[in-house]
């Protein structure tokens, strides 16, 4: 005689979770910028003006960081490779 | 009458316990790496063997990642300018996470900014104060703070100690909680599964 077995996945109740949060109006969708962060831009093919960023400055898109971090990719690669208490000190090196 | 008013700063207990780790030789110095993160490279203006780096593919250095990087950056600017929850969620997040989950053969994946928040946030997120954490003691400080943020009930065992875990899952069974399943934060599943490597005790 063979067993029937049942597999439920055991994180099921995270889809339960989701849908009762869809079912209350409550569910959250990332929205997704297509191009730059800046004051218009594109959120999931729409041009919008865009006034929910933290990029109060505009500096992400400023030219002398997006040298810097150009300068700084080419010169030291992509990533700090490790957490700062074990060999990352980068960026307490003061900054011109 | 003048009041001599002496100012003293609130936060100097801090001084006093920096002091004290200092006294007692735990004092904790930030190395500073000069150059690229690779297999050798130079600390505090040291020629060394790095063996201490989370780098273990040599992926920060990777020529394929670094060109893409800086297109990146040409074409995005230097930063994402928000979290992702509000209005930082960029295309090229959602392509690198669904490439991801291609890779992994899974549904969908999200990609953290390290290990520790990998954790931290995972745990937190997939468990609530009606769940049992049963955890080894040696768990990454990430996975502990991923159980405390999650509110759920803990249960610590002895490193490695399969049989102290049982017991501590009969104990929860035969309370007869109402607990949805009891998580086995057994092992730095996170850490030691990508790299085959215990950062914690190093074997």
Same mark, same amino acid.
């Given at each position: 005689?063979?067993?029937? &077995?049942?597999?439920?996945?055991?994180?099921?109740?995270?889809?339960?979770?989701?849908?009762?949060?869809?079912?209350?109006?409550?569910?959250?969708?990332?929205?997704?910028?297509?191009?730059?962060?800046?004051?218009?831009? &594109?959120?999931?093919?729409?041009?919008?003006?865009?006034?929910?960023?933290?990029?109060?400055?505009?500096?992400?898109?400023?030219?002398?960081?997006?040298?810097?971090?150009?300068?700084?990719?080419?010169?030291?690669?992509? %990533?700090?490779?490790?957490?700062?208490?074990?060999? !990352?000190?980068?960026?307490?090196?003061?900054?011109? | 009458? &003048?009041?001599?008013?002496?100012?003293?700063?609130?936060?100097?207990?801090?001084? !006093?316990?920096?002091?004290?780790?200092?006294?007692? %030789?735990?004092?904790?110095?930030?190395?500073?790496?000069?150059?690229?993160?690779?297999?050798?490279?130079?600390?505090?203006?040291?020629?060394?063997?790095?063996?201490?780096?989370?780098?273990?593919?040599?992926?920060?250095?990777?020529?394929?990642?670094?060109?893409?990087?800086?297109?990146?950056?040409?074409? @995005?600017?230097? #930063?994402?300018?928000?979290?992702?929850?509000?209005?930082?969620?960029?295309?090229?997040?959602?392509?690198?996470?669904?490439?991801?989950?291609? @890779?992994?053969?899974?549904?969908?994946?999200?990609?953290?900014?390290?290990? @520790?928040?990998?954790?931290? #946030?995972?745990?937190?997120?997939?468990? #609530?104060?009606?769940?049992?954490?049963?955890?080894?003691?040696?768990?990454?400080?990430?996975?502990?703070?991923?159980?405390?943020?999650?509110?759920?009930?803990?249960?610590?065992?002895?490193?490695?100690?399969?049989?102290?875990?049982?017991?501590?899952?009969?104990?929860?069974?035969?309370?007869?909680?109402?607990?949805?399943?009891?998580?086995?934060?057994?092992?730095?599943?996170?850490?030691?599964?990508?790299?085959?490597? !215990?950062?914690?005790? %190093?074997?």
């Amino acid at each position: 005689m063979t067993t029937a &077995t049942t597999h439920t996945n055991p994180l099921s109740y995270l889809t339960d979770q989701l849908n009762d949060l869809k079912h209350r109006g409550t569910y959250f969708k990332l929205r997704v910028l297509d191009d730059e962060q800046a004051p218009v831009c &594109t959120f999931a093919g729409k041009k919008v003006i865009n006034l929910a960023s933290n990029n109060y400055l505009g500096l992400t898109t400023h030219p002398k960081l997006r040298e810097a971090a150009l300068e700084a990719t080419r010169k030291f690669g992509v %990533g700090s490779g490790g957490g700062w208490h074990a060999v !990352d000190d980068l960026m307490a090196r003061p900054v011109r | 009458m &003048t009041t001599a008013t002496t100012r003293t700063n609130p936060l100097s207990y801090l001084t !006093d316990q920096l002091n004290d780790l200092k006294q007692r %030789g735990t004092y904790f110095k930030l190395r500073v790496l000069d150059d690229e993160q690779a297999p050798v490279c130079t600390f505090d203006g040291k020629k060394v063997i790095n063996l201490a780096s989370n780098n273990y593919l040599g992926l920060t250095t990777h020529p394929k990642l670094r060109e893409a990087a800086l297109e990146a950056t040409r074409q @995005f600017g230097v #930063g994402s300018g928000a979290v992702r929850t509000i209005a930082g969620t960029m295309k090229i997040h959602m392509e690198l996470e669904e490439k991801i989950a291609r @890779f992994k053969n899974v549904e969908a994946c999200v990609v953290f900014q390290s290990g @520790f928040t990998a954790n931290a #946030g995972t745990v937190s997120a997939l468990l #609530g104060k009606e769940d049992w954490i049963v955890s080894d003691e040696l768990n990454h400080a990430s996975i502990i703070d991923g159980a405390r943020l999650s509110r759920a009930k803990i249960k610590v065992f002895r490193h490695k100690d399969t049989a102290h875990a049982e017991e501590l899952l009969n104990e929860i069974c035969a309370g007869k909680f109402h607990s949805r399943l009891a998580a086995f934060a057994a092992n730095r599943a996170e850490f030691s599964s990508s790299t085959g490597y !215990d950062t914690i005790t %190093g074997s």
